[in-house]
Antibody
């Protein structure tokens, strides 16, 4: 059974940093692209970033490029999102997502999300 | 890239059919087969309903049908049931810069 468990969310002041983690299990982690998708309170879904270890592909949404860094540790089957220079508009539930195959083909499995609140 | 365009709401009575559209451009929806649909119930994580335009993951009822014509993808839900009341999102691979874009979501109400 595929499981994705996010952690590291919390309340942070604007301009500060936070690191999200996602522990993955139930599949061969290094074979799949992984992504972060966020959802602001009462709003829709927004793709944030993705990483495919096999192809070396890394991409970011324009809204977070230069501030967020995605990484993964295949040995620990974990995905990370380092978020710097956080803004109020980054407040959202952040989902860790497994791609079905390749890149951007379909978001097959989702975690339950980690809530990030950016407020002074 | 801009978000894909979905109607904010849709509705139908039990047993009826409803279709939700998802309009993009020739750079995303129109260019790739990687168009997906997701169902999200309140307080829950999204669930993959349709991938590669019209394929259903195991366990998704045949009542959910995906299609695409040009730059517009569609999700049809037939034989509406009360549990189909949820938010529905489309997304597409967007090619340039390896971005993935979502639609704004459609709230489906079963009357």
């Amino acid at each position: 059974e595929v499981q994705l468990v996010e952690s590291g969310g919390g309340l942070v002041q604007p301009g500060r940093s936070l690191r999200l983690s996602c522990a993955a299990s139930g599949f061969t982690f290094e074979h799949y692209a992984m992504h972060w998708v966020r959802q602001a309170p009462g709003k829709g879904l927004e793709w944030v970033s993705g990483l495919n270890w096999s192809s070396g592909t890394i991409a970011y949404a324009d809204s977070v490029k230069g501030r967020f860094t995605i990484s993964r540790d295949n040995a620990k089957t974990s995905l990370y999102l380092q978020m710097n220079s956080l803004r109020v508009e980054d407040t959202a539930l952040y989902y860790c997502v497994k791609d079905r195959h390749g890149w951007g083909t379909a978001f097959e499995y989702w975690g339950q999300g980690a809530l990030v609140t950016v407020s002074s | 890239q801009s978000a894909l365009t979905q109607p904010p709401s849709a509705s139908g009575s039990p047993g009826q059919s409803v279709t939700i559209s998802c309009t993009g451009t020739s750079s995303d929806v129109g260019a790739y087969i990687y168009v997906s649909w997701y169902q999200q119930h309140p307080g829950k994580a999204p669930k993959l309903l349709i991938y590669e335009v019209n394929k259903r993951p195991s366990g998704v009822p045949e009542r959910f049908f995906g299609s695409k014509s040009g730059n517009t993808a569609s999700l049809t839900v037939s034989g509406l049931q009360a549990e189909d009341e949820a938010d529905y999102y489309c997304n597409s691979y967007a090619g340039s810069n390896n971005h993935v874009i979502f639609g704004g979501g459609t709230k489906l109400t079963v009357l």
